[in-house]
Structures are given as structure tokens and as C-alpha cells.
């Protein structure tokens, strides 16, 4: 189990609600900007080609965030990994890494698999200028084994990650930035699981297991 730092959950919600937010932001802006174009007589093709890929993205990630953080499927104790399966690869088509899942298809308890989506949103982060991102997942056992393999130019574990697995907490505060790594742990906690993150000359691999 890792060692978390106290986190009230009033002060968990609200900055998992900035970090979604943030996430939104630049999306739904795109498409106000689009909505100002036609108001002012622009080029009416380039403004709708602006709109529609905006609106894919911001539906892309308010469908990864609805089960990475809020409680998706709350009628049940498991969700398929085939949803998140799809919700992954729409909120990729948006970044810059190329991104396979070649995981099983299977019912997991809700923390598993959104430990697995937090944990891809960390890889993901491991790799700014692009690359490839590969998830596989292991589901034959009590627990499953996941891996999220993250390779490309100046990558890098994120430091905050890096400090948050060793238990190392600075006096600052948890901010909305850093809670996506905080919650990715404790979702591991939760699951009775245990993250570790490897770097070699050509890969980060996240194991969660």
C-alpha cells in the first residue's frame, strides 16, 4: 500500500473538479471562438470544421473524465472494460501519442478501472512531445495486472508521481495539477493494489498489480 498524505474528501472533489474543468476549458473555448467566427461573417467552413472537432473533443473527455473520476455505472459494482476501452481511445485521438489497448475485455470492480484510465492519463503525461502508449492488462487472477507502456522523445516520470510513490510530500499543497497523481495512488490503495513505475533507455513502464 502506498503512503498518502490526509486529504479531506470536501478538498479532494474540489480539486478533482479544477483538474476536469481545466480539461474542458480549451475545448469549449475552441468552439466559442468557432460561434464568434460566424457571428462576424467568417469563413463559414473553416468556423463549423473548428466547432465540430472541438465539440468530438470536449465529448471525448467529458465521457473519459464521467468514469476516470466521477461514478460512472453507480448502479453496480463493476464496469466493463470495454467502456473504457472506448472512452480511452477517443480522449487519444486527441493527443499527441499513438495509443493501443490491447487489453482483455472483462466486468472489474469500479477502482480498477479507474485506476487503470488515472494511470494512463500519467503515462500519457510521460511522454509531452508524442510517441506510442501502449495499456495491456492481465485479468485471470483475484487482481489484475495492468501495464501501460509509455516510450518517446524527452520522456520522463512525472516528478510529483515520481515523490508521491516514495511517500515524499512536501510542505505544499496538494494542487490541481498534482491530484490526478494523488488520486491515482490512493484509487490503487483502494483496490488493494500497488503501482510502480520503471524507466529504461527506450520505455516507462507503469505496472499496477
Known amino acids: ?38 457571428d462576424d461573417g467568417g469563413a463559414d467552413e473553416d468556423a463549423m470544421d473548428l466547432i465540430r472537432t472541438s465539440a468530438v473533443n470536449a465529448s471525448a473527455r467529458l465521457q473519459f473524465a464521467r468514469i476516470a473520476f466521477g461514478a460512472a455505472g453507480s448502479a453496480g459494482v463493476e464496469i466493463d472494460t470495454g467502456d473504457a ?5 477517443a480522449f487519444m485521438k486527441g493527443e499527441k501519442a499513438d495509443f493501443t489497448w490491447t487489453a482483455e475485455r472483462a466486468l472489474l470492480p469500479k477502482n480498477q478501472v479507474k485506476l487503470v484510465l488515472n494511470l494512463l492519463l500519467v503515462a500519457n503525461g510521460s511522454i509531452p512531445r508524442g510517441g506510442t ?56 490503495n483502494e483496490a488493494g493494489m500497488t503501482v510502480t513505475a520503471e524507466m529504461s533507455d527506450d520505455a516507462i513502464t507503469y505496472t499496477a498489480r
Open 1 to 38: 500500500m502506498h503512503q498518502l498524505k490526509d486529504l479531506a474528501p470536501s478538498e479532494l472533489a474540489s480539486l478533482l473538479c479544477s483538474r476536469v474543468c481545466h480539461d474542458i476549458i480549451s475545448p469549449v473555448g475552441a468552439i466559442n471562438n468557432g460561434l464568434e467566427l460566424l
Open 85 to 89: 476501452q472506448a472512452v480511452a481511445l
Open 133 to 188: 502508449l501502449d495499456c495491456a492488462m492481465q485479468t485471470g487472477g483475484d487482481r489484475p495486472v495492468i501495464t501501460l507502456r509509455a516510450a518517446g522523445k524527452l520522456m520522463r516520470i512525472p516528478q510529483k508521481f515520481a515523490d508521491f510513490l516514495d511517500g515524499r510530500f512536501d510542505d505544499e499543497p496538494i494542487d490541481a495539477h498534482s491530484v490526478q497523481f494523488y488520486y491515482t495512488l490512493l484509487l490503487a
